[in-house]
């Protein structure tokens, strides 16, 4: 699914940010490894991934960009399904 610059801006606008900023639920504290700094990865990925779709479609980014967010969109989704 590719999405609309609205349906980015509508998801964006209403996910909760503080939560994945320093101090927030889901931020690894300093010094964080492994299993922990990985439990935070997807809480985040889920914001921004349909800004990494928006952008991987985006025609005015480079085709090598595109494949890059595109092959970062592949890996993350294993990790976080």
Known sequence: ?????????KHI?????T?????GKHHPAAGATGAVAL???CPAYKV??????LASNTPVLPQR??????????????ICP
Do not use: C, H, Y
């Open 1 to 9: 699914m590719n999405p609309t610059f609205e349906e980015v801006d």
């Open 48 to 53: 921004v991934r349909p800004f990494l779709l």
């Open 65 to 78: 960009w595109r494949d890059a967010i595109k092959a970062f969109i592949g890996v993350v989704d294993v």
């Open 39 to 41: 439990a935070s990865i």
């Open 13 to 17: 606008q209403g996910a909760d940010l």
């Open 19 to 23: 939560a994945i900023q320093p101090g």
